[in-house]
């Protein structure tokens, strides 16, 4: 199979291109600055803001995995609109023009806008995003429903959970540092939904090859709930440390996280929220619709957060 992969130099990415060369398909990988892949394969630089490929880049190729776009740097809302919103559509279109048969286009459950609830939360029930980063996807993805819904080329939009991995950065990666330098056992509050990155990559595979129906949606999850306090002892577990102290009370959290969101430059979303508020998804309709099943649990992967990484979403 021919498969062209946009934001090949990314965390899912790069892990997508390892995955479908190791199986004998052909890629085209895709990035920004034409930066090579790990183990030195190069990649293609075309800014998607400012270029799409050409027709001799896509001609023969059968799937796109869309994976390009800006996620959680402070960027200007701009910028978010350029590449997560209207740089998809232009390359969806581009695709659909030059024969593409697939188009999978990793979204986010941000673009689900924030809970009402505590419950999992199906693909339908969504709320208006706040942040520029939600806003976007789910603007490239109703974008692409309204185009595309009726083919020929079909258009998958992936919303995965919170993506964990041995070599991605993020608020895991954070904890990780943290249980390093002696932070405190969180309380039991809160509760997220995550999926591996490897597993992520199985069900990207597995949309390229299995029968769909031209548009569908789905949710990504391992379908487990991870709290703060979890992780936490995971990665203890992982360093080889026993279990921590819990001297810090939940108000103090709450007093220091207050503190943090005082700074410059912080993000959006309260941080006391980020690390205990509750988050969950369903996997249910992706577990119906295709042969995929996560294998991975954080538990299963942990040694390697302790070590280099963390998570995206």
């Known amino acids: 199979m021919k498969c062209l992969v946009s934001g090949a130099t990314g965390f899912v990415g790069r892990h997508l291109c390892q995955r479908l060369q190791s ?9 920004r600055t034409g930066a090579a892949l790990p183990g030195g394969a ?3 630089a075309i800014d998607l803001t ?5 027709n001799d880049v896509l001609q023969g190729v059968e799937v796109v995995f869309h994976l390009a776009g800006i996620a959680h740097q402070q960027a200007p809302e701009a910028a978010y609109i350029a590449l997560n919103e209207n740089a998809t559509l232009k ?3 581009r695709c659909s023009a030059a024969g593409v048969a ?10 689900m806008g924030a809970p009402t609830g505590s419950d999992e939360r ?3 029930e969504c709320t208006a995003p706040t942040d520029f980063y939600g806003r976007s996807k789910w603007r490239a993805e109703k974008a692409l429903m309204a185009e595309f819904a009726a083919g020929p080329m079909s258009v998958i939009i992936l919303r995965p959970a919170l993506v964990y991995g041995g070599s991605a950065k993020g608020n895991l990666a954070l904890l990780a540092k943290g249980v390093k330098a002696g932070l405190p056992r969180p309380p039991e509050l809160g509760a997220r939904s995550m999926v591996a990155v490897d597993d992520l990559v199985d069900l990207l595979c597995i949309t390229a090859r299995e029968p769909v129906q031209a548009m569908q949606t789905w949710i990504v999850t391992d379908g487990q709930h991870y709290s703060t306090r979890f992780m936490y002892d995971q990665l203890r577990a992982a360093a080889g440390k026993g279990v921590g102290v819990a001297w810090l009370p939940a108000a103090g959290w709450r007093a220091a996280a207050a503190l943090l969101d005082c700074r410059p430059g912080r993000a959006r979303e309260a941080t006391f929220d980020k690390l205990f508020g509750t988050e969950l998804y369903s996997n249910r309709a992706v577990l119906e619709s295709t ?5 991975l649990r954080l538990e299963h992967v942990v040694r390697g957060i302790m070590g280099a990484g963390g998570t995206r979403q």
């Open 291 to 295: 042969s995929w099943r996560p294998r």
């Open 50 to 54: 400012q270029s799409m490929p050409g």
């Open 102 to 111: 697939r188009f999978v286009f990793l979204s986010s459950v941000k673009a």
């Open 42 to 44: 190069s990649t293609l």
């Open 23 to 31: 199986r004998g398909d052909t890629v085209i990988a895709l990035s």
């Open 122 to 124: 199906s693909e339908s």
């Open 91 to 93: 390359l969806a279109r």
